[in-house]
């Protein structure tokens, strides 16, 4: 009996150190017997001892482990053959004079050995899980390995190579099928040599077997002739694995593995072992998915809240006001914004400009209703020198300023019937001419527009073109009325407040408990910019640094509803009972009549309507 460790890799690969009866330390001190000048060995790794007339290796609590055949141990009686790992170094334990093949299943040179012909060998998966595979560390390195990666691309990369090291292919290819199976899959590859720049050939038509029945396929010689696969008669490999990867019965994707070299051949043990890693590395690869999915979705609503924008308002409806400009901001589709006229449509604009790609590119807005037709002509399109009386010089127009950047058409419901028809080309094709002028101008605008007005009824009477309305309404923003949202009514009060205050050098602490309720209780017909008239009105003629009722206008203090919410001041009573009295006696007079009554107080008509809307006099008028 020559007992002896021989070293058939690392640094000592060559070497052969006997064995006696004394105890023989292993590790990397150098009062070791047997030295390893490794940082993954201990100091004090290991020792081989001879108990009962055999020889046993105990490992000293190492840090990285004692491996006999590739399987961790603490304490194990040596037999002749066995492979002992320790750090990177591997010895083989010999008892007898001679060599002794490594205990291992399988070798690459008995791989090569085998001959195929063709052939197709099919593993079903719930049978693969329970296999052993013939390299143990390499499950436990997957294992630990794959699901410390949160990265779903890092994970696929980190996986194929990893399969290169237990599997002689070439080329990998990881398919993450979604809900359409492989239609929309998410492909990654990796060529051993050339690197994720090569493009790897992939069959669908195995893939999809793969996915679909949930069991691996390994083919090798001519997988061409079982399929009739155009790709693979094309690249032709010499053997070929698909290996679907399957969690809870549900498949996510399948990896593809393949080479072209003639004397290397994939067997039934690489299949086992791809099928045992697939199976460990499901977990790693719906959870990085879902990690992307969360990290993207956070993103998403992150960048909805974080908008740029000077709108004020937390109310659910200007919340989806945010949400939709943070995702039609980075489109360059055309957005028509309606809603009644102070509603902020021109804010909602700036907004979507401000948080678009074309941000720092010029922001041309433009007043359909406050400008002639010719002015208005002449404003957007631009004049060439001469076109009309007056035109003394060439003018660029605000569509050629803003080139690159964004229109906003204010009231475009008011546009005549000629400019409609000049806008819908310019929507269309992105072009025009000058007024007096031939030469056609190309630009690149992104077109904003708003309107107070109901256009599909415009379209009915005949006063909007249709075909225009269609190109504007791309994609439409509805602003919420003030009324709709009151719980941005005291918000919004403090905001002007506190913005006017500034400009007039007052100092303006906010709004009174009984002027907020004024507030709240009217309905706001000219929506924020009443809300903020009113306020900068309070501003200037109050005399406290709080805003209070009697600072307010008197179509606010004139509702019913605020005087019955809050006790107001006795003053501001007697003056409501005593107008509720004479706009009675006047429509007594009057008989009814809105327009004779009107004349008898002095009024206009449309004051007094809104007068017997905020006294609630409509019951007590009919009667």
Known sequence: MNPRLAAIAGKLKGDVFPITDAPVLIGRETAASLCIADPSVSRRHSQIEKEDGQFVIIDLDSLNGTFVNDVPVKRRPLAHGDRVRIGDSQFLFLLHDGEASPPSKSSAVRFEDRQFSGSTIQVKYNDAVYLMARDLSALMKASTTVNAIRGLEELQKTLIELLFEVVPAERGAILLSYANGLEDAAVFGLDRARGPDEAIRVSRKIAQQVLREKTSLLMSDSPAKGFGSESLNQSRPSSLMCVPIIMLDRPLGVIYLDTNAPDVHFDKDHLQLVSAIAAITAVAIENARHFEWLQSENERLLADVNIEHNMVGESPSMKQVYQFISKVAPTDATVLISGESGTGKELAARAIHQNSKRAKLPFMAVNCAALAETLLESELFGHEKGAFTGATATKKGRLEVADGGTVFLDEIGELSPALQVKLLRVLQEREFERVGGTRTIKVDIRLLAATNKDLEQAIAEGTF???????????????????????????????????????????????????????????????????????????????????????LPEAILESEAAATAIPAPRYHEAVTQTKKKIILSAMDQAKGSYTEAAKLLGVHPNYLHRLIRNLNLREQVKQ
């Not at 005291?490 to 002027?515: D, M, Q, T, W």
Request: hydrophobic share 40%; with cysteine; net charge negative.
């Open 465 to 551: 073109r249709q075909d225009l309305f269609y190109r504007l309404n791309v994609v439409e923003l509805t602003m919420p009325q003030l009324r709709e949202r009151p719980e941005d009514i005291s918000l919004l009060a403090n905001y002007f407040a506190s913005k006017h205050g500034e400009k007039c050098n007052r100092r303006i602490l906010g709004v009174s408990p009984e002027a907020q309720a004024r507030l709240l209780n009217y309905e706001w017909p000219g929506n924020v910019r009443e809300l903020e008239n009113a306020i900068e009105r309070a501003v200037v003629l109050g005399v406290t640094d709080h805003i209070l009722p009697e600072d």
